[in-house]
């Protein structure tokens, strides 16, 4: 079952279930999904849907720190359970410790030392080993603790 039918399967379990977070939150990401098609006229494979859910993901966890500022707690609760829910389809995320691994191992494979000046190099090397796996933020923390 690919992820768009797995959401939809879902989009119909939380209307039968009444779980409105849920179900508004799943709608956003098909409406999302349906968007970059319609937007870019092509059909989005397994890795398209995934970057959107991560980028939606995203979206609310830089919305967090504004809620936060703004006393809004009935916001953050309602955000978190839709990170929650969104990362439910996303790939098991890695620890810093993992991300560190990897780093240090690419670090070796292209002979890149340990100065401040390398992180670029190291990270545009990383990201592409992660995706899906990893956010940005804890790559560059990871990448960060190595110099």
Known sequence: MTLKEILANDFKESMKAKDGIRKDTVNLVRAAIKQSEVDNRVELDEQGVLAIIAKQVKMRKDAL??????????????YNREIEILMTYLPAQLTLEEIQVIAKTTMAELGIEGEKQNMGKLMKAVMPKVKGSADGGDVKKAIESLF
């Not at 720190?65 to 309602?78: M, V, W, Y």
């Open 65 to 78: 720190s504004d809620f936060e500022k703004a006393g809004r707690t009935d916001l953050l609760d309602s």
